[in-house]
């Protein structure tokens, strides 16, 4: 499938992780979400830290190629006290976003806390409330809900991009369209 699907955006959100790491990818028309696919990348069954970095890039740009996303949204690793760990999770960013940046699809973060904020109103929300919510809202039955949660938290960081980036200026801090620019001169077509 390497023909555009029929979507003024498409959206693809992930949950980086050095075990599992979770994609969404949401298709957007207007004002309408959709889910086009969710999973997860496992990682589990590779001993070796840089064939799980390798894995992230194959899988990611495997399912660039399929989606054609415009966009990536991507969890942002929340400090923990376990440098090891940080430095693992940051490295899979890394990769996940070097895919992204290869086909030139802008990228954009957000934290833990702002995604469950965006989907459920609550920026402590459990990872079982996210997954609800975003059922609910997107309309996914039961039955389809996928077995790992890091598959609904890489599709929450797509939705709250949407949420995100279809905001009015002024609630995204900008003072006036001449400020908008300054701050945004790649998004100004010449």
Not at 91 to 98: E, F, L, P, W
Request: net charge positive; with cysteine.
């Amino acid at each position: 499938m390497n023909e555009k699907l029929n979507y003024e955006r498409i959206i693809i959100g992930i949950d980086p992780g050095t075990n599992v790491m979770g994609y969404g990818i949401l298709g957007v028309n207007k004002k309408n979400l959709e889910l086009i696919a969710m999973g997860v990348i496992q990682l589990s069954k590779f001993d070796d830290h840089y064939m799980r970095l390798h894995r992230i890039y194959e899988r990611v740009t495997g399912l660039i190629a399929q989606y054609l996303p415009d966009e990536m949204a991507l969890e942002a690793p929340f400090f923990g006290k376990n440098v090891q760990s940080m430095l693992k999770l940051g490295r899979a960013q890394g990769v996940a976003m070097a895919a992204a940046l290869n086909r030139d699809i802008p990228i954009a973060e957000y934290e833990p806390r702002k995604i469950k904020m965006s989907i459920t109103g609550n920026g402590a929300a459990s990872k079982e409330q996210v997954a609800e919510m975003l059922r609910r809202t997107l309309n996914i039955p039961k039955e389809e809900m996928p077995e790992f949660l890091d598959a609904t938290d890489g599709l929450a960081a797509a939705v709250c991009h949407y949420y995100e980036s279809s905001k009015p200026l002024a609630e995204k801090g900008y003072k006036s369209w001449k400020d908008f620019i300054a701050k945004n001169p790649d998004k100004i077509k010449k």
